[in-house]
């Protein structure tokens, strides 16, 4: 019985039931225009809503007047007034004051349209709390299984899975402000074990999974580092890696326990009541450990606060809305696959169709599918993806793809080739691909993720400059249409919004454009520090704000222009000699790996200059010292010399699996050179029985 006094706004009712019908219709891309929403109009007939339309409507509608709609409604209601009356009935029935029932009018501090509420949200808890009940029938990952099927998760599955893990880890003792590292594959396991422990008022630690057998010794020092740094209590992990798992355990003195993400959820109490943590904008949501080539592994710290900053600005530059649908293989432990490709959608609400990243390697056409199948919007992936699908992707692998769909490709995480660029556009144009969504960014753990993007819709944009001046006076002079030895790098856009970036000397001093520098940012998302580590804090941040990434770059016309990392760059006889292009020339030689080629620097006492070494796997089953070799090292030679006008003092051929490479497939030249120095690259590793029998032994 309804309280006295109080009666149901039914004209409030009225136009909330048909401004949710207007919103839908509008996400669908329907031409139908708002005023065609009136009581009489047909549902299916005159406003084109399917069945599963009307379940989504439905449910939302649910949502918003806080009424228990049954299934019948959305098969039976036939036009708008139905569903009003669907409404209104069960309203009658209860009590207390309209705005208690129907919340604040549209407008009243605090509420937003559904299109705009993600910039309300602040920390990622509100954000799934607000889709599971707002949208808990919405698909939102589309999961490719290892047997090729696809696993659809929606945000109520998802938020259920979470609250699972969530009730496990404190019935196991878990604290609010206590890490939880993730060593598990991209899976279900991933993405509720991820929000359970946030749920559970924990932090997540996501590291990568033991992959390869012949580095397991490797695989376990770094990890028991990153365990350590980050004092874990618990390591959620999948049975396969169950007895690497507790390996690590014993040097790890702050965790409890090793546990199995499925057992964890079966054995979570599902009938007590659970009440999520209530996380505020300044605690830690993760810690994302940057790839660091030698000693002790950093941890960067990220707030909900950090996170949600940078998904708003990735949000406004890439334009993306209800109607995107991003596609991903990216590793869900590496910041651009976990924040890029799933935390924004999640945020944003929309889908994400997601596989592993073996499925990729293996097959990189199934990218593509997956673009078709999906029709997908918005993805991400370093250079190599594309180089990847240029070279290895066949035409009968592919007939009848389409690619017209695909707005927005950030190509990121690792220099861009201008040439690869050319390569992905003109392979795959006449599959639908437009070049003008390929989209260079720029980004660092350190920023979130994001720091610059491109403008939509523009294209690539490449600086060619004259290679003497640069190489010796960093200054990054246009060079002559004709000049074959122009050096190009790729504009990698603007700052995002609410950021800002400045180019400095050595002494932090502004420089001016088409001058090289020291790149630095500031702004909402740039992490308060590394975890547990002051000093490598303070070696980063320089004061108001700014943060040094560690790159070099240049800025023209206000684009920025990346040219390599600071200690990576070789200095020989007074020049500056970027990695990256020395690579991409020698792996285009015939038996050479590509992508498994390091350039670097080591001092050279007597010359007093620095040598410039090449480290090369080969194609070839026997390693250096045989005809076929000798000729791999004079091409090389030869190529690099032509190029860049400098050549080599020493190349190095090495067996495939030599060169070490982080979690996320970039190189590790510092690794690299410490092994080369060491005269270990060539050595080998000890098969992977014996690793493990050392790892117990310890």
Not at 320 to 342: E, F, K, N, Q, S
Not at 648 to 654: F, G, N
Not at 668 to 683: A, D, H, P, V
Request: with cysteine; proline share 7%; hydrophobic share 45%.
């Amino acid at each position: 019985m309804a309280t006295p006094g109080i009666q149901i706004d039914r004209a409030a009712v009225h136009d909330a039931v048909v401004g949710a019908v207007a919103e839908l219709l509008e996400e669908l891309g329907s031409h139908r225009l708002p005023s065609e929403v009136k009581p009489a109009a047909h549902l299916e007939r005159d406003l084109g809503l399917g069945s599963l339309e009307r379940v989504e409507l439905v449910t939302r509608l649910s949502f918003t007047f806080q009424v228990n709609l049954s299934d019948r409604v959305a098969a039976e209601a036939e036009t708008v007034a139905d569903l009003i009356a669907a409404v209104v009935a069960p309203l009658d029935h209860l009590s207390g004051p309209v705005t208690e029932i129907l919340g604040p009018a549209p407008g009243a501090p605090g509420v937003a349209p559904d299109e705009h509420v993600w910039q309300q949200f602040e920390t990622l808890t509100e954000a799934l709390l607000y889709r599971a009940r707002a949208n808990p029938n919405r698909r939102h990952i589309l999961l490719r299984e290892d047997s090729g099927a696809v696993r659809h998760v929606t945000f109520g599955e998802l938020y259920a899975g979470a609250s699972a893990m969530a009730r496990g880890l404190r019935a196991r003792g878990l604290q609010p402000g206590d890490a939880v590292a993730l060593m598990l594959p991209t899976s279900a396991d991933f993405f509720t074990s991820f929000f359970g422990t946030l749920l559970a008022g924990g932090f997540a630690v996501p590291i990568y999974p033991p992959m390869r057998a012949d580095r397991i010794e490797e695989y376990a020092t770094r990890q028991s580092a990153i365990l350590r740094s980050s004092e874990a209590r618990f390591l959620i992990t999948f049975r396969q890696a169950e007895a690497v798992a507790r390996m690590l355990q014993p040097h790890v003195p702050s965790l409890k326990g090793v546990l199995s993400a499925a057992r964890l959820a079966q054995t979570s109490n599902g009938g007590t009541t659970f009440e999520p943590h209530r996380a505020r904008p300044s605690d830690i949501a993760f810690l994302q450990y940057t790839s660091g080539s030698t000693g002790e592994p950093k941890g960067v710290t990220l707030t909900h606060a950090n996170l949600l900053a940078n998904i708003r600005a990735l949000v406004e530059a890439v334009d993306v809305t209800a109607r995107d649908v991003c596609v991903t293989w990216l590793p869900l432990y590496h910041d651009m696959g976990l924040i890029g490709t799933w935390l924004t959608p999640l945020t944003m609400g929309i889908p994400t169709a997601v596989m592993s990243p073996l499925a990729f390697l293996t097959k990189p056409d199934r990218w593509l599918w997956a673009v078709h199948n999906h029709r997908g919007t918005v993805t991400a992936a370093p250079n190599f993806a594309f180089e990847l699908c240029v070279r290895k992707v066949k035409d009968e692998e592919i007939e009848g793809l389409d690619l017209s769909s695909w707005r927005a490709v950030l190509n990121g995480a690792e220099p861009v080739n201008p040439r690869t660029l050319d390569r992905f556009a003109q392979r795959f144009a006449r599959y639908g691909f437009h070049p003008e969504a390929l989209l260079p960014v720029y980004g660092l753990a350190e920023a979130t993720l994001a720091v610059t993007i491109p403008p939509l819709g523009r294209g690539p944009l490449v600086d060619r400059i004259d290679r003497a001046t640069f190489e010796s006076a960093g200054r990054a002079v246009p060079a002559a249409p004709d000049d074959p030895a122009a050096l190009e790098f790729v504009s990698v856009g603007r700052p995002i919004p609410r950021h800002e970036i400045k180019i400095v000397d050595a002494d932090g001093c502004a420089l001016p454009e088409r001058v090289e520098g020291n790149l630095w940012f500031r702004g909402p998302s740039a992490t308060r520090g590394y975890y547990r580590n002051p000093e490598a804090t303070c070696a980063i941040q320089k004061g108001d704000g700014w943060v040094d990434t560690g790159d070099r770059a240049y800025c023209a016309e206000g684009e920025i222009y990346i040219t390599g990392r600071v200690k990576d760059i070789i200095i020989k006889a007074g020049r500056n000699i970027y990695p990256h292009e020395v690579e991409e020339i020698a792996a285009s030689i015939e038996g050479v790996r590509r992508g498994c080629v390091v350039a670097f620097g080591v001092a050279d006492e007597q010359a007093g200059t620095e040598r410039f070494v090449i480290v090369a796997e080969t194609r070839e089953p026997r390693r250096s010292g045989t005809r076929a070799a000798a000729a791999i090292e004079a091409s090389i030679i030869q190529q690099v010399a032509e190029a860049i006008g400098m050549p080599p003092d020493v190349v190095e051929l090495v067996p495939a699996g030599s060169i070490p490479k982080t979690s996320s497939g970039k190189l590790r030249r510092s690794e690299t050179r410490r092994l080369y120095l060491l005269g270990e690259l060539r050595s080998g590793k000890p098969p992977a029985w014996l690793q493990m029998a050392r790892l117990a032994a310890l």
